[in-house]
């Protein structure tokens, strides 16, 4: 799946996307440049709804905008049938402007301030998913004051605390004790769940239409009993139930400081790399008919709900390439650097492992151990660190797969202007759907004094 699958080669050994050469495509737009394909996005779209729609009667695939907030991107979306799921007030906006109607809109996120609550309201958005207390009771005065009942749902969050020794493993200490556990504060715990329930039924602008999780690896195991009880115990009408996203596409790898460090290790003793080794992904058809058979196990006489999901990774991430420029190559502290054109300013996830061509010379065979950085001053600007990529000389273009997702949204003005970015075709149609920015763009908001 992804713009992998539609990329050729022309005579001139040139990475062509539906036989448009990405070569002349960078002589015309400049580098970097992000190359989104119309036909993966599509695609990725339809398999994830039919993977849903073909073993459930009841589906919304709910796009997370903030993977990819291109306005385009959300209009191709829209006009699939996706709906929105926004996670703040410029979310909102986008969403808005690419044409999804509020009935559409589904807002999520830890953080709705009372003006952003009145948008929502206002924009007769289909659900407002609540993270806390606080977030009900704002949101009942606010209904109360636009004269509204508004729908709403609670976000679950199943966190309970690891024992002593497995907090104590390396993986869990890097990775979730340094930071507090910190994913531990989305959301209402399991334990006051039912409090939230009690509460919905004194604030009388609020009406009780969804339960939700993410990621959703262990939503519905989550999300039942609790569905069973707002029902049963405190006759709520619950319509949907939200999974949400984490929907790995699998067409990239990913690594952790830990993996890395032990890669270096490993590599100083003779041993072989093993960051390249990919943990296989279960195909979506296999993970929503396990998602979907547990649900109907768990639903008994239950009223069946509908079954949302938040994708977001699955959809925008394969559908994009980014082509950087080679500016030169440096042998350095025993490591060999590619320095490019567009770093962690663009494209901030400095841990996949995306696969890598060189668009001007795609059939290169020769492959070796570098690290492809940016141009900024910070020591992490990897776009990839410790990869096996094919060899490359200075003026070369490299092409990085799956770049579709936190790039566009996550990227910065940091020490550069912001890339532009294209749409191709399945007819090779291409249509710049980001002007490049220039440097007074960055200035334009500010003030001389
Ligand atoms: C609440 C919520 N929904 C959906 C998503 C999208 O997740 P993914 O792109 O992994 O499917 C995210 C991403 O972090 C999220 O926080």
């Not at 906006?93 to 690419?98: P, S, T, V």
């Not at 008919?289 to 009223?303: C, D, R, T």
């Amino acid at each position: 799946m992804g713009v992998k699958e539609h990329l050729d080669v022309n005579g001139a050994n040139h990475l062509t996307l539906h036989r448009v050469d990405l070569v002349s495509l960078c002589e015309k737009f400049g580098t970097p440049l992000f190359v989104f394909d119309e036909a993966s996005l599509a695609e990725n779209f339809e398999r994830f709804r039919k993977a849903f729609e073909s073993v459930y009667p009841k589906v919304m695939v709910c796009y997370s905008v903030k993977t990819n907030n291109n306005l385009a991107v959300c209009k191709i979306l829209r006009e699939r049938g996706a709906y929105a799921e926004v996670s703040s007030g410029l979310d909102l906006h986008i969403a808005l402007k690419a044409g999804f109607s509020g009935e559409h809109i589904i807002f999520d996120g830890p953080f709705k301030p009372v003006e952003i609550l009145e948008e929502a309201v206002k924009s007769g958005v289909l659900l407002i998913n609540c993270e806390s207390f606080a977030e009900l009771e704002r949101l009942n005065i606010v209904a109360e004051r636009l004269g509204v009942k508004q729908p709403v749902g609670l976000r679950v969050n199943p966190f309970k605390p690891p024992s002593f020794f497995r907090s104590l493993h390396p993986k869990t200490l890097l990775e979730e004790a340094a930071f507090c556990f910190a994913g531990c504060r989305f959301g209402l715990s399991l334990g006051e769940i039912r409090e939230a329930f009690k509460r919905l039924k004194s604030l009388k602008h609020l009406r009780l239409e969804c339960l939700m999780t993410h990621p959703y690896y262990r939503a519905v195991d989550v999300l039942m009993p609790l569905f069973r009880e707002a029902v049963e115990n405190f006759g709520f009408e619950i319509k949907y139930l939200n999974i949400g996203g984490g929907f790995d596409p699998g067409t990239s790898g990913s690594t952790g400081d830990l993996l890395l460090a032990l890669d270096y290790v490993k590599r100083r003793i003779g041993l072989k790399s093993s960051l390249d080794r990919r943990k296989p992904v279960k195909n979506i058809e296999d993970v929503a008919k396990a998602i979907v058979e547990n649900v109907k196990h768990q639903l008994g006489s239950l009223p069946t709900p509908g079954l949302m999901a938040e994708p977001g990774r699955f959809i925008a991430g394969p559908s994009a390439l980014l082509l950087l420029r080679v500016d030169h190559v440096k042998v350095a502290g025993g490591f060999k650097w590619i320095m490019v054109d567009g770093g962690t300013n663009i494209l901030p996830s400095f841990y996949e492992r995306r696969e890598l061509l060189v668009a001007n010379n795609v059939s290169v065979s020769e492959r070796e151990l570098v690290n492809v950085v940016g141009p900024l001053l910070y020591p992490k600007d990897f776009i990839a660190i410790k990869a096996f990529a094919p060899r490359v000389k200075e003026g070369d273009l490299l092409a990085v797969l799956d770049c579709g997702a936190y790039s566009l949204s996550s990227s910065t003005q940091f020490l550069y202007p912001r890339p532009p970015a294209v749409l191709i075709n399945s007819q090779g149609r291409v249509q710049l759907i980001r002007e490049r920015e220039t440097y007074e763009d960055v200035l334009a908001k500010d003030r001389l004094i």
